[in-house]
């Protein structure tokens, strides 16, 4: 198998490199991230018993199939992976039946929203839009530490938030991967409320969004997610509307260099009030707080020298794929979750059954880490691509000059 991976590591450079990929330069980036994520996901598919002649084909389809080709089949990879998670936190937290009979149902189950300081402020009433019924299913009571250990069992690994090894005073707490993880395996998820373009005002800060919040990230198709709110997870499996966490260690601003807020900073933050959000309304949706995966926005970007060794991933997750929705830890703003997709059926590999069938379902635009490498018992480091079009923090030393300057051309 590490011959396999020598193979598809050429590939990634050659392809690379490519005079068919687009020359605008964000597409550009688009289409080598694309490529690198079809091979990396296309490996990790192929399983431990791949042979050569496997690896062979997958890498022609990635000299010849279209960037779209191959987004789709990245898609129902990582799809196939989440599917495999879900499923076994789903085995781990389900109770006994004999057990679950002789428990209180008041004591534990949560069947009611709980309403953040927000939400009782403006008048928002969580709803359940994806989840009908809005009841919070019963689960084990375990411990997010305990449910991490079962799921390291069964997959090999698990995430851990401990001070990261990087050297610098911002670099904080870090994400370390406890036991290992193939090239090509889903790492983490980011949480937290999805914004799509239509609803950028209302990201708490708007315009300046960045300035008291670095857990934001952006897809190349201009979604925005917001990982604050969801801080460090929770305990519970909960009715979660999104707008708080009320045990979240991510909600202290930016500091300057001499410990406080710039004043123009402080111009901005009484200037940039984002809309009332009472006006779009919240929905309230199920979802499993201890989720021991969803911990992406605690990776660092690495330190000069080192080579990240992750890379992020669009994930459009189909909202019909109700069993998993639990542990999907996102919620949109507003409606711009609800776009509709056209999902595919595997049709590349020979082991996988070819499927004309389209079908359009709503989807949430989430993002996962994926692994560029075998990640053992180490830090977790994704390449943040910051805009070299700004001022960039101190601390920030570029992986690829080049790569950013593409990112956001």
């Not at 209180?104 to 839009?129: D, F, K, Q, Y």
């Not at 979750?337 to 999902?343: E, P, T």
Request: charged share 25%.
């Amino acid at each position: 198998m590490a011959f396999l991976f020598q193979k598809f590591q050429e590939a990634v450079k050659v392809l690379a490199k490519s005079p068919t990929f687009a020359k605008q330069g964000r597409h550009l980036q688009f289409e080598a991230d694309m490529n690198r994520l079809f091979l990396y996901t296309s490996y990790k598919r192929l399983g431990k018993n791949a042979e050569e002649a496997d690896a062979d084909e997958i890498i022609d389809m990635a000299t010849k199939a279209s960037v779209a080709e191959q987004e789709k089949q990245v898609q129902e990879n990582i799809h196939a992976q989440m599917n495999t998670v879900c499923t076994y936190m789903d085995e781990i937290l389900r109770p006994d039946p004999k057990i679950a009979d002789t428990i209180n149902p008041s004591s534990e189950r949560n069947t009611a929203p709980r309403r953040s300081g927000l939400g009782l402020a403006v008048g928002m009433t969580p709803s359940s839009h994806d989840n009908p019924g809005a009841a919070v299913a019963e689960t084990k009571p375990l411990k997010r530490f305990e449910l991490s250990q079962k799921l390291k069992d069964l997959t090999g690994y698990t995430l851990e938030i401990k001070p990261s090894q990087i050297q610098h005073k911002e670099a904080g707490l870090g994400l370390y991967l406890n036991g290992e993880a193939d090239v090509g395996s889903v790492i983490a998820i980011y949480p937290g409320v999805i914004f799509s373009p239509a609803y950028y005002r209302y990201i708490p800060g708007y315009p300046r969004v960045d300035l008291q919040n670095p857990y934001l990230i952006t897809r190349y198709d201009g979604t925005v997610i917001n990982a604050q709110p969801w801080g460090d997870g929770g305990e519970t499996r909960e009715i979660w509307d999104g707008w708080t966490n009320a045990d979240s260690t991510l909600t202290q601003p930016i500091l300057n260099s001499e410990g406080g807020q710039n004043g123009s900073d402080r111009v901005w933050k009484l200037l940039s009030k984002p809309l009332n959000r009472a006006r779009v309304g919240g929905k309230g949706v199920v979802l499993e707080r201890r989720n021991p995966l969803a911990f992406a926005h605690f990776a660092n970007h690495p330190a000069k020298g080192v080579d990240p060794n992750v890379m992020v991933c669009p994930y459009d997750f189909p909202l019909s794929e109700k069993d998993m929705r639990t542990y999907i830890p996102n919620i949109s703003f507003g409606s711009g979750g609800d776009v509709a997709m056209k999902k595919f059926g595997s049709f590349w590999f020979k082991p996988w059954k070819s499927s004309s069938t389209v079908v359009d379902v709503p989807i949430i635009k989430s993002l996962v880490l994926v692994a560029t490498r075998e990640i053992c018992n180490e830090e977790v480091f994704l390449n943040y691509r910051l805009s070299n079009l700004k001022r960039r923090p101190s601390w920030y030393t570029p992986v690829d000059e080049e790569e950013d300057r593409r990112r956001w051309s």
